[in-house]
């Protein structure tokens, strides 16, 4: 009876380990999906611009009580715009990358119903559209370039975010003035909230110039930022100066020689262009114009 029950168990322990295997086999573990960083991800990146918020609000509160009726009043105020500008930029932060579209990338699929083709995308210390970009188009060939500087990206929430999430290992380096890639070879080149990092205007008018060069006649580049607007500067308050107005990016286009062919507003805070590149023979002409001298006339001056 012993004997039997023990081939028992063991004929049991074989099921389960088989029932076990088929199960891996017809149901993979599923990866995490790719999103943006949401609002707990950006107060983490930020965590020193919310302690200082938070500081001042309390401490103009707790001040309130202990100094005279008009300074009491203005501490109350201070305490009163700290807090809620901490809500509103919170509130907002939420919206936008939590809730929105745009972490859904459905607003590039209107913007490039094709698809984006080959592409680059660009980052500048924190890549979130590469990978959701490649689940979505898999067939597209990909490649990451990452714009980092330590010596010019100096924001601690840079290094934060750096830190937290790593470039991925096929991720090439580059700089403003030279991408890793040929020239006319590109489909789209992808800059989702990478060239605000670039501070210097002479950096993101190289930037522009090298995103130029590389895209195939009629290609697109696809720039995606906050705007120093007025509903930017409504939540986030002086918050808002780090972001670049909207003449600043049609400035830096224009002066690569790409022209601005669609624009899309996502979650009310956020804005996608799409520039494109000249077609093939406006390029050719172009470069046939530069390239032109005058020609020799044969004559001679007499002396």
Avoid at 89 to 111: G, P
Avoid at 246 to 275: D, E, P
Wanted: glycine share 8%.
């Amino acid at each position: 009876m012993r004997r039997a029950t023990a081939e028992q168990r063991s004929t049991g322990a074989v099921r389960e380990e088989a029932a076990r295997e088929e199960v891996g086999r017809e149901e993979p573990v599923r990866e995490e999906p790719v999103r943006f960083s949401g609002v707990r991800e950006v107060v983490r990146y930020n965590w020193p611009l919310y302690a200082a918020g938070c500081l001042a609000a309390g401490a103009g509160l707790a001040l309130s009580h202990r100094l005279p009726r008009p300074a009491a009043a203005l501490a109350r105020a201070g305490a009163a715009a700290a807090a809620a500008l901490l809500t509103s930029s919170t509130a907002a932060t939420w919206w936008v990358y939590d809730r929105s579209e745009l972490r859904t990338f459905d607003w590039l699929e209107e913007l490039l119903p094709a698809g984006p083709g080959e592409h680059l995308v660009l980052s500048s210390g924190l890549d979130e559209a590469g990978r959701p970009v490649a689940a979505r188009w898999p067939q597209h060939p990909q490649t990451v370039v990452d714009l980092y500087d330590p010596a010019l990206m100096t924001e601690g929430s840079i290094r934060r975010a750096r830190r937290h999430v790593p470039p991925a290992p096929r991720t090439l380096p580059g700089r403003p003035d030279h991408l890793p890639a040929a020239t006319g070879t590109t489909d789209t080149v992808l800059a989702v909230f990478a060239a605000h990092e670039l501070r210097r205007t002479g950096d993101r008018h190289e930037l522009f110039a090298e995103c130029a060069r590389v895209l195939r006649p009629g290609g697109r580049l696809v720039l995606v930022e906050h705007l120093r607007d007025a509903a930017n500067t409504a939540v986030y308050g002086p918050g808002a100066q780090h972001f670049f107005p909207r003449r600043t990016w049609l400035r830096a286009a224009a002066g690569a020689g790409l022209h601005l062919v669609a624009q899309r507003r996502i979650g009310g805070l956020v804005t996608a262009f799409v520039f494109a590149a000249p077609p093939a023979t406006t390029a050719a002409t172009a470069a046939a114009l530069t390239s032109d001298s005058p020609a020799p006339t044969g004559k001679r001056l007499a002396p």
